[in-house]
């Protein structure tokens, strides 16, 4: 072989590497619920609470337009991969309405968000590690305007609550790659640049079956399933879930 023959496969067959290495692949789907969803009961409200309405919405499930459910969470297990730095604006928690909005929100580990209060009243912010109920947080905002930076260092499924107003509840999942994300309203997810491989795909949902005790809502465990997943370069895999 000529040397410069030589030379130009060996270009060709860099290039051809360097694309399939640089190609990342793309998981998208939904989660649905199947049947007919459950009517979600409202909370009432007792009458010493003023500024937050005679009932509030405990948002447990939110199924849109066929049958699609809002605030899962999918997230790609044990993938070592940090996700880059966000600023803390990106990332909001309000206290609005005697809600908190958004009511799931998804954040890299390492990224901070922002807790606000557009109420005229107390509200806190009380985080809990989901499965054992220590304190992780708390955050105090007794003004309207208040604004405070919150930054989590462990991942994981974080509940929050209000200390005040007993329906209040949220959560935030402190995910440790940056392949993790919320459903939307019609409960789709996509999770891009993920390299080529197998891998465990997490859904996690809060739970929807909820009994009043002493006067608090008192919440179902949440619904966690698995799928094995293949990823092929430059491909878009499907992956859905399915709740009932
Ligand atoms: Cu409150």
Redesign the pocket.
């Known amino acids: 072989m000529k040397l410069s023959k030589l030379f130009s496969f060996i270009f060709v067959f860099v290039v051809a590497a360097g694309i399939a290495y640089g190609q990342d692949g793309t998981i998208t789907g939904t989660v649905k619920f199947s049947g007919t969803p459950p009517t979600m009961k409202p909370f009432p409200v007792p009458s010493s609470f003023t500024g937050c309405g005679k009932e509030k919405s405990l948002d447990r499930l939110i199924v849109g337009k066929g049958g699609g459910v809002a605030n899962a969470v999918v997230y790609i297990e044990g993938l070592k991969k940090k996700a880059g730095k966000t600023s803390p604006g990106e990332y909001v928690i309000d206290?609005k309405n005697?809600e908190y909005h958004p009511h799931v929100l998804v954040v890299a580990q390492g990224n901070a968000f922002t807790v606000e209060n557009t109420d005229m009243m107390f509200?806190?912010v009380h985080g809990y590690v989901e499965a054992t109920h220590a304190t992780a947080f708390n955050i105090a905002e007794p003004i309207k305007g208040m604004k405070a930076i919150q930054r989590v260092r462990k991942p994981g499924m974080y509940l929050l609550e209000?200390d005040?107003?007993p329906w209040?509840n949220g959560y935030v999942y402190v995910a440790g790659n940056g392949y993790a994300t919320e459903t939307n309203s019609d409960g789709a997810f996509t999770l891009s640049n993920v390299p080529p491989g197998k891998y465990k795909l997490v859904m996690w949902h809060e739970g929807w079956n909820t009994k009043i005790v002493g006067g608090r809502p008192d919440y179902s465990k949440p619904v966690e399933q698995t799928q094995e997943i293949t990823v092929a370069a430059g491909k878009a895999t499907t992956a859905d879930f399915t709740l009932k």
């Open positions: 206290q005697c509200h806190n209000c005040v107003h209040m």
